[in-house]
C-alpha cells in the first residue's frame, strides 16, 4: 500500500513541481530557495500521505506546504537586510494576496512561462538553460537530464548547481521580457520547450514510455510563445511540430501500456484535430518565410506522416529530401541517424544499414540506445537474425525505459523464433 502512494506522489510531483516551484519564484525570487521549499513540501508529503491518505487536490497541498515553509524561512531569516515592510508584504503575497502589478509582464500571467524565460537568460550557458529548464519545469531528475544529453550525472548536477547560483547572484528577474530582449532569448526558450515535449512523448527513464502532461505543458507554453511572438516563424515551427506529434498519442501504446511503434498504429485513433492545427501552424511558418528553420522542417516530415492515412502512403522520398536539408541547418549524429531510417524505408535497408554502419563510431552516440535498435530492426529486414538479437538486446541494456526495455526485448525474442 505504501508503496502504491509513493508511486503516486512521484506521480504527482511530476506534474505538479513545475508550478509549485515557479509560484514560489514569484514569491521569494530565487529559484534555488524556491526549489529547496518545494522539496521540502515533497519530503512532507512523503511522510504524511501514507498515513492519511492522498488529498483530494495533491497540487493544492503541495503549494500550501511550502508557502508555510516560505513564510517560516522568511520569518526567522528576516530577510536579513530587508525591512520589516517588506517580510509583511511578502508574507501576505505567500497567503494569497495577488501582486501589485499583476500586468509587469505584458499580461502574459503565467508563472511557468517566467520560470522557463527565467532560467533561459543569457546570463547562464547555452547547455545550463537547457538543464535548469527541463529540472524545473520538466521535474527531470539529474540522472534523465545526463541520459537525454548523454553526458555524465555529476556534469550535469555541476551546471544545476551553478545556474541556480548565477541567477541569484545576478539578480536575474521573474518575468517574461519584451521587445527586443524576448527576441534575443527565444531560440533557447525554444529549444527548452521542445526537449520538455520529448521527454513527455518519450520518456528518457520510469515504467511509462509517455508522460503526457509534460507533452501538454511544452504544448501550452508553445502556443503562449506564438501569441507572444507572432511573427516568429519558428514558433510556429515548433507548435507545428508538438501539435502533429502529439497528435498520435492515444494510438502509441497498447492497453497495457506497451509501445506501438509508428508503423504499427491504428491511424483512426490519431487526433485529426491536432494535426489540422499543426498543419495550419506550418502554412504560417511557411507564410513568414521560415520553412526552413530546424523545426519547420521537422514538423515537415510529421506532416508527410500525418497526410498519409495508411503507413504504404508515405512519401518516404520527400522525406528524405526533407532530412537532407535538415543536415545542412542544423547538423547533428541524431538527424543522421534519422535520415538512415528515411534512407531505408525509401531505397531499402541494405542501403540504411551502410549510413548507420557510418554512426558507429561516432562517439557522442556511444550511450544511444537508438543506434543499435536501428541497426537492429535493419539486420532484421535483411534475415541477418542473429546480429539483429545482439543489437537488440544490447539496445535493451542501454534504455533505462522500462517499457522500451520490454519492447527491445520482445524484438531481440522474435529473432530467434525466426530463426
Known amino acids: 500500500m505504501t508503496a502504491d502512494i509513493n508511486r503516486s506522489i512521484d506521480a504527482i510531483w511530476k506534474i505538479e513541481s513545475a508550478r509549485v516551484i515557479s509560484g514560489l519564484t514569484r514569491i521569494v525570487r530565487d529559484v534555488g530557495v524556491a526549489e529547496d521549499l518545494a522539496q521540502d513540501a515533497l519530503v512532507a508529503a512523503l511522510e504524511e500521505w501514507p498515513r492519511s491518505g492522498l488529498p483530494e487536490n495533491p497540487g493544492a497541498w503541495l503549494m500550501a506546504a511550502s508557502r508555510r515553509r516560505a513564510i ?43 520560470l522557463v524565460f527565467m532560467a533561459c537568460h543569457p546570463a547562464l550557458a547555452p547547455e545550463a538553460r537547457v538543464a535548469l ?93 506564438a501569441e507572444l511572438a507572432p511573427d516568429e516563424p519558428e ?101 543522421e541517424l534519422n535520415r538512415a531510417v528515411a534512407v531505408s524505408m525509401a531505397s531499402g535497408p541494405a542501403e540504411g544499414l551502410k549510413r548507420v554502419d557510418a554512426l558507429v563510431s561516432e562517439r557522442s552516440l556511444k550511450s544511444y540506445h537508438l543506434l543499435p535498435s536501428v541497426r537492429g530492426d535493419l539486420l532484421f529486414k535483411l534475415g541477418r537474425l542473429d546480429e539483429a538479437r545482439a543489437e537488440f538486446e544490447r539496445a535493451a541494456k542501454m534504455t533505462q525505459n522500462q517499457r522500451e526495455r520490454d519492447l527491445l526485448l520482445k524484438r531481440a525474442g522474435e529473432c530467434r523464433v525466426s530463426n
Not at 541569484?168 to 525554444?190: K, M
Open 235 to 335: 514558433v510556429h515551427g515548433l507548435v507545428a511540430l508538438m501539435e502533429i506529434q502529439a497528435s498520435r498519442s492515444a494510438a502509441r501504446t497498447a492497453p497495457s501500456g506497451e509501445p506501438i511503434l509508428l508503423f504499427d498504429q491504428d491511424r483512426s485513433r490519431w487526433d485529426y484535430l491536432l494535426i489540422r492545427r499543426g498543419l495550419a501552424a506550418l502554412q504560417r511558418t511557411e507564410e513568414l518565410g521560415g520553412a526552413r528553420g530546424p523545426y519547420a522542417l521537422q514538423a515537415a516530415i510529421a506532416a508527410c506522416h500525418a497526410r498519409a492515412r495508411v503507413a504504404e502512403e508515405t512519401d518516404w522520398p520527400r522525406i528524405v529530401g526533407l532530412y537532407e536539408t535538415l543536415t545542412r541547418v542544423s547538423p547533428s549524429p541524431v538527424v
Open 72 to 114: 517560516d524561512v522568511l520569518r526567522r531569516k528576516k530577510l536579513q537586510k530587508r525591512k520589516h515592510e517588506e517580510i509583511g508584504r511578502a508574507i501576505e503575497a505567500l497567503q494569497g494576496v495577488p501582486p501589485e502589478d499583476p500586468g509587469a509582464d505584458g499580461g502574459v500571467g503565467d508563472d511557468i512561462l517566467r
Open 133 to 225: 529548464t527541463l529540472r524545473l519545469v520538466g521535474g527531470l531528475t539529474t540522472g534523465e537530464i545526463a541520459r537525454a544529453f548523454l553526458v555524465p550525472e555529476p556534469t550535469i548536477a555541476q551546471r544545476l548547481v551553478r545556474a541556480k547560483r548565477t541567477l541569484t547572484e545576478e539578480r536575474v528577474p521573474f518575468e517574461v521580457p519584451r521587445g527586443g530582449e524576448l527576441a534575443r532569448r527565444l531560440s533557447s526558450v525554444l529549444e527548452v520547450v521542445y526537449l520538455v515535449f520529448n521527454e513527455g512523448y518519450s520518456a528518457t527513464a520510469g515504467d511509462d514510455w509517455l508522460r503526457p502532461a509534460l507533452c501538454e505543458e511544452a504544448l501550452r507554453l508553445g502556443r503562449i510563445l
